[in-house]
């Protein structure tokens, strides 16, 4: 039978804005006492309405129930919420009413470096947040080496931390907070740093997480990866829960939103051209899956013309998910009117291996270029035919065959042919 672990009843966070909360040692605490009398003085006085700080709600009356031993996603634009609702979990910041109940250690990791010293070494940090999140000595140092190992640091264990790279700093952040057996990890967004191959590592180890029955909080705005790692997902959109259900829905439905939220805003895209969105022709979503699609993939591309063009230029590249450039062109001497248009590219064939690739676009009206990296990204699958060489596998999938050349003495060829792909 499931056990709820997390638990929040009508959780609401209100902020100050403009205020910066900073810590007190006792001399601030004993000029605030000197001064109130003063403070007081001046509200009572003609005027003090004009003065009234505004306030925010960044969570607003959430309630939200987490099993053990499940993967729950939490999607929103920046600003939604997300990271705050964590924070009150991992009692990093205090409700404004309502309450979040937790049961089980946890792992949090919510921003690069967290609870590091820049001046302690590697090593000093990784046993230092580990006796923070409850960890004994002895367990530390039978993780240490595995833990070392995966986040990929051996040469700079004995190095102080301010001489560490981000990337770096995150990878041994995750290592720790995933290798150290927490109950419960919250992890927020913090894969968007590290480099393709680490992520992928990062969600293995998640998953891996995941199978041991432990429960994690993970905030991402790569919706291929909440498909692939959750089972539940959380839209929260303006600090209240907008949807939750099946992972793989939420995601599909989140995408859909922020096409038609995009084309909403293009009148107020500056410059002469706004680009909105992009999709496969004959495709109900941004995947494409190579079993099923057709010989020739035709991708459209829609923007709006606010303004005649005329010798412009057009900028197209395909990037993988390390931003790498695989494809690209130019075209020039572009004539456009206002209106709304569609770039349409068709593709004999994308020779891609399964993955996450993202199109970006540029435009120059004769005075300035005007770029734009397109949302949501496509999604390139195929059938689970995963092994040992994956890694190895690069971005292109290129028809092409093959055969050995046997060279015999007198010099003649003799061959012998195979199929390859």
Known sequence: MSQVVIRCEKLSKRYRIGQRVRYLALRDLLAQALKAPVRLLQRSGSGSSNHRPEHIWALEDVCLEVQQGEVLGLIGRNGAGKTTLLKILARVTRPTTGYAEVRGRMGSLLEVGTGFHPELTGRENTFLSGAILGMSKRELARKFDELVSFAGVEPFIDTPLQHYSTGMQMRLAFAVAAHLEPEILLVDEVLAVGDVEFQKKCLGKMSEVARGGRTILFVSHQMNQIRRLCGRALWIDRGRIHAEGRATEIANRYEAYSIEYDESRLEQAPGPIGFSRWRIEGAQSTQLDLETSPEETVVKIRA????????????????????????????????????TVDFVHAFRKLPLNPGIYVWEVRVFDGDHWFREVLVPEMSVTSKNDSNVFDSLKGCLNLDATFHVEEQLACGVEKSGGFAGG
């Open 304 to 339: 709006l013309v606010k303004q005649e063009v005329r010798k412009g230029i057009y900028f197209i590249a395909l990037r993988g998910n390390d931003q790498t450039i695989l494809w690209s062109t130019m075209y020039h001497d572009l004539r456009l009117d206002p209106g």
